[in-house]
T-cell receptor, first 112, second 114 residues
Framework: GEDVEQSLFLSVREGDSSVINCTYT??????LYWYKQEPGAGLQLLTY?????DMKQDQRLTVLLNKKDKHLSLRIADTQTGDSAIYFC????????????FGSGTRLQVQP | ETGVTQSPTHLIKTRGQQVTLRCSSQ?????VSWYQQALGQGPQFIFQ???????GRGNFPPRFSGLQFPNYSSELNVNALELDDSALYLC?????????????FGPGTRLTVL
């Protein structure tokens, strides 16, 4: 299909780990990104992973990429209330233009 | 802070009117993309400009048009506004040729069409 798919909602307790999943569409996508959007705001780039990598860690964030299944995940360790937001995965497809294709976003709610 | 600014922050128009949204690029970023984000959805690619020329377009009609200026700032113009054009419009800039192709987003302009 054409869509990048994400689950709609995730609720965790403060201090727990959060795992947000994404299924993308194009096996030739070169880069995959995670963006965070807080209410009323634009998109903040969190991290990205190149398609020839399996894992990338950046402080509390860990990205895992399974190219065979076209599955991407974002793990947030020690989740804080400030992490409450909508998280979007995006793929940069291997076309001539450098456009991003986004999922519909996962709303992360962190309970104190 | 990404260094990408957009104006205005909010705008209300009526059906059939025309609107111009503006985006100022982060210093040195020569490529700008525009996205439409409807409520509850992810951003959808409208088009991209590189060195003042359109460099790719998404599934949007011709009444969506754009410009990029020599200083790399950009405009999005929408003619004959429809109710479904109500959305958050985001611009994103990047420096083409850099390996990661990372796009940095502005805060967006919220357009309401009545």
């Amino acid at each position: 299909g054409e869509d990048v798919e994400q689950s709609l909602f995730l609720s965790v307790r403060e201090g727990d780990s959060s795992v947000i999943n994404c299924t993308y569409t194009d096996s030739s996508s070169t880069y995959l990104y995670w963006y965070k959007q807080e209410p009323g705001a634009g998109l903040q780039l969190l991290t990205y992973i190149f398609s020839n990598m399996d894992m990338k860690q950046d402080q509390r964030l860990t990205v895992l990429l399974n190219k065979k299944d076209k599955h991407l995940s974002l793990r947030i360790a020690d989740t804080q209330t400030g992490d409450s937001a909508i998280y979007f995965c995006a793929e940069r497809r291997n076309t001539g233009r450098r456009a991003l294709t986004f999922g519909s976003g996962t709303r992360l709610q962190v309970q104190p | 802070e990404t260094g990408v600014t957009q104006s205005p922050t909010h705008l209300i128009k009526t059906r059939g009117q025309q609107v111009t949204l503006r985006c100022s690029s982060q210093s040195g970023h020569n490529t700008v993309s525009w996205y439409q984000q409807a409520l509850g959805q992810g951003p959808q690619f409208i088009f991209q400009y590189y060195r003042e020329e359109e460099n790719g377009r998404g599934n949007f009609p011709p009444r969506f048009s754009g410009l990029q200026f020599p200083n790399y700032s950009s405009e999005l113009n929408v003619n004959a506004l429809e109710l479904d054009d109500s959305a958050l419009y985001l611009c994103a800039t990047m420096l083409a040729g850099v390996r990661t192709d990372t796009q940095y987003f502005g805060p967006g302009t919220r357009l309401t069409v009545l």
